[in-house]
Each structure stands twice: as C-alpha cells, then as structure tokens.
C-alpha cells in the first residue's frame, strides 16, 4: 500500500490529460454538453463520477453505512491528492432491498453516473448487477459475496471473498491447525450470504478429516432464541462450531451459550467483524473467538493504522471489514482509471470496457489495506489471502 500510495503522489504530478467536454456537471460546478461520461472540470482534470449503492436504513444499514464512510474517506484522499483524475461520489440507499436498490441505481444512471460502487449486501447486488450488465456500467461491489453477484456477468468484480470459497478456506484452516475434529455448523438458511459459506464449509470438511456432527439453522437474523442450535451442538460433541453469521445473531449465541454453559471454539466468517463494537455488547463474550476477514483494525501497519485512526476521527468508530473493503474498492477503480488511455473522451459503456480490460490483465494488481497483491478473475473473483483473528483481550489478534 506504501508503494502504491507513492505511486498515487506521482501521478498528481503528472501534466493533466487533455480534457473533453460531457454533459455532466463537474466538482467545480462547470458545465460540459458533449454527452461524454468522463467529465472534464475547469482546471483540466477528467471527472468521474462514482455512483455507491447500499444500505443506510433498515436492518443491515450498519453494514452500508460502513462502505459508504470507508469509500468516502478513500475518496477524498484522492481528491485532495489534485491529479489529474478527480472523482465525483454519490450513495442512494437501498434499505437491504432488491427492489429499492434497482431504483436507486435508476437514480445514479439520471445522476449521469460513470462506474457503480456497490452494492452493500447480495440479493440488492444481484437485481442491480443484471441491470447494469444490460446498461454496461462497470460495478465493483465491496461485499456481496455471492457467486450468483458475478455469474454471467463481464462486467461485475467483487471486492470480498466468495461465499464456498471463504467456507473451504476456514475448513482448511480448522483441519489444518488441529482446532477440532468434530464440527457443528449454525447458518441462516434464509440469507444466501450465510447459506453459501455454510455449504462450502460442511462440502470440504470431510475432505480434509472434519466430521460434521451437528447442522442447524434458523430462518433470519430476526432471530432470537438460539437454544434447541447449541443444544444440538453440545449434545453431538461438536468441540468447535462455524458460524457464517452476521454478528448480530452471533452475539446471541455468545450469550445464550455462557447461560448453557457450552465453551466450544466459535469461528466465523467476515460478516462477524463488527461484534466488538456492537452498543452494550459484554466483549468478554466473544473472547477466543476465531474469524476469517481480510482486515484487521489493531493492526499496527502504516496504512491500516492511518485508514483507521481517520475513520475513527471522523465517525467515532472503529472500521469493520465493510469499511476497509469499501476504502479499497475506490483505491482499485482509481488506480485502473489511471492506467487507461483517452479516458477523457469515453462514455460509460466504453470505460466499462476498459476498466473490464484492465482488472481482468496479467499485468494489474492491487495493494490495499484488505490484502497485497489483489487480482480478478475473468469471472469477477477475487483473489486475496484472508487471515483468521482471535479475540483476545477485546481486541482483534492476527493468528
């Protein structure tokens, strides 16, 4: 991220691209009527507007909300850099719903939108990305995680791990660490997020000598009794049990295990990162407890430690996962923006195809605080190395 960051300096002091005109309207408030969608300011730097998508009302608004921050901050420590690529950020929010969030993306496009950042969660990020594989709009979403995001679709990249591959990596890990032998698994089997990690786990498990002794679900995260799932858990021996839960129900479970007095090892997926931070929530609770995320805010590198210290300067709040993979996606789309040529003079359907171009190149990959070295798939995967942390002591330790 040093390096890449010393890059970003170097290209704010290279001479500005020649600029076209574009009906859209720049930072500066210029006016531009050539129908292109990069649009040119005043002082000659092209403008990009960058349309977010997600959730900052309703049930999961905790998670939108924290990619909308993270990108924002991202955002204006480009614009501050004054290269000659400004971007111009906007997020409609879509409440969690797929229908909601069809109409704000509706919105952006009226925006005269170029790139769609976003969205937050997957059934939104599935209904939009039809959308904008139709309208040719590229669209990088910083954690839907579900195959069914990208399936199909050219033009849409993810930022987070898949579902089944994030469950066989925390497979391997148990196996490969000797953490336990006999497994229980508690999903939601109403959230393709949950159910996806959930089946990829419980697939390989045998593969690599889990025996799953235990699979429970439940129907959404409005739950609130998890009993007769640890019970089940308990009473077959399950000496860990993988939750691939957000960490709402997971603070649950932490507390109505303490009360049952079952002390196996918890592990969880990336939609757990937050736990610590929730109001009123006893963190001793989750103490010993594993998860698989690409970020980890007590982490003492320059980026990490500066990412976070400013998000939390401006927000009051430690950053989770949602956030740092938000600051990231802005990063990448930036850093691909730079290396196309005669941006200022490309529509949207033909910088979809540039950027198509280049996040998908032998030559492209990204350091960002949520790995080094990150590529895509021509299927839009991503690859990264994920890391487990253990909480200890209320804070986040990298294993």
């Known amino acids: 991220m040093k390096k890449f960051l010393a890059v970003l300096m170097a290209a704010a002091m290279m001479v500005a691209l020649v600029a076209c005109s574009s009906g859209n309207t720049a930072n500066n408030g210029s006016s531009n009527n050539s129908g292109n969608g990069a649009d040119a300011s005043g002082d000659g730097a092209i403008v990009i507007k960058i349309g977010g998508i997600g959730p900052l009302t309703g049930d999961t608004a905790v998670y939108g909300i924290a990619t909308q921050n993270g990108a924002q901050i ?53 209904s939009v990305a039809a959308e904008t594989n139709a309208d040719r709009y590229f669209q990088l979403t910083p954690s839907a995680s579900s195959t069914d995001v990208t399936a199909g679709k050219d033009n849409v990249f993810q930022m987070c791990f898949t579902d089944p ?61 998890f009993t007769v799932q640890l019970t089940a858990c308990r009473d077959a021996g399950a000496e860990l049990v993988f939750m691939p839960i957000y960490y709402t129900p997971a603070a649950l479970i932490l507390n109505q295990a303490r009360t049952m007095g079952y002390d196996p090892i918890f592990f969880g997926g990336d939609g757990m990162d937050g736990i610590l931070g929730i109001e009123g929530f006893d963190t001793s609770l989750a103490e010993g407890l594993m998860l698989l995320t690409p970020f980890n805010a007590s982490s003492t590198e320059e980026a990490t430690a500066n990412f976070v210290a400013e998000y939390e300067s401006r927000y009051g709040e430690t950053p989770n996962q949602f956030a740092a993979d938000g600051y990231d996606c802005i990063y990448a789309i930036y850093q691909a923006l730079q290396q196309i040529d005669g941006l200022a003079d490309m529509d949207h359907e033909a ?47 990298t294993q």
Request: charged fraction near 20%.
């Open 74 to 126: 991202a955002v204006d420590e480009i614009n501050a850099l004054g290269g000659d690529i400004q971007l111009e950020y906007r997020f409609e929010d879509d409440t969690g719903v797929a229908e909601t969030a069809v109409s704000a993306y509706n919105t952006l496009k009226d925006w005269d939108v170029d790139v769609i950042y976003g969205c937050t969660t997957t059934a939104p990020c599935v």
């Open 165 to 225: 591959g994030q469950g066989v990596t925390a497979a391997d890990y148990v196996a490969e660490n000797g953490l336990a032998t006999k497994v229980g698994v508690i999903y939601n089997n109403g959230d393709p997020y949950s159910t996806g990690i959930a089946q990829g786990f419980i697939t390989h498990a045998p593969e690599v000598g889990l025996e799953i002794v235990a699979e429970q679900t439940f129907p959404d995260d409005s739950n609130t009794d």
């Open 351 to 397: 910088l979809c195809d540039a950027l198509i171009g280049v996040f998908t190149s032998a030559d492209f990959s990204f350091d960002g605080i949520t790995g080094t070295g990150v590529t895509w798939s021509t299927s839009g995967e991503v690859t990264k190395d994920p890391m487990v942390v253990v909480v200890d002591g209320g804070v986040y330790v």
